[in-house]
């Protein structure tokens, strides 16, 4: 089945920068659109940011436009968000999703297990 790993999350100061993976195996990770989403305590899922299959167009945000931007490499299967200009409100459970289908929790039909991001 279709397994996603996010990493690369942490505790950082804010201004600063981290920059979140994605690994994905066992699906054709290069057909498909790839989203970053992230849910903080107490507060509904967040989609981030998501990505063309090529990677030709990427989509944001408006809270994270101009600072976050996602990638997608599709022969390491990784998808990536690099954040700067860090802020608290950016302190969240970040999740990779593919597979987007409103019938699936989330509306997504896969999910890695997160990682977090502390901005502090």
């Known amino acids: 089945h279709v397994q996603l790993v996010e990493s690369g999350g942490g505790l950082v100061q804010p201004g600063g920068s981290l920059r979140l993976s994605c690994a994905a195996s066992?699906?054709?990770?290069?057909?498909?659109?790839m989203t970053w989403l992230r849910q903080a305590p107490g507060k509904d899922l967040e989609w981030v940011s998501t990505v063309y299959s090529d990677g030709s167009r990427t989509f944001y945000a408006d809270s994270v436009k101009g600072r976050f931007t996602i990638s997608k490499d599709n022969a390491k299967k990784s998808l990536y968000l690099q954040m700067n200009n860090l802020k608290p409100e950016d302190t969240a459970m970040y999740y990779c999703a593919a597979r987007a289908d409103s019938s699936c929790s989330g509306g997504y039909c896969s999910w890695g297990q997160g990682t977090q991001v502390t901005v502090s």
């Open positions: 066992e699906f054709d990770f290069n057909l498909y659109a």
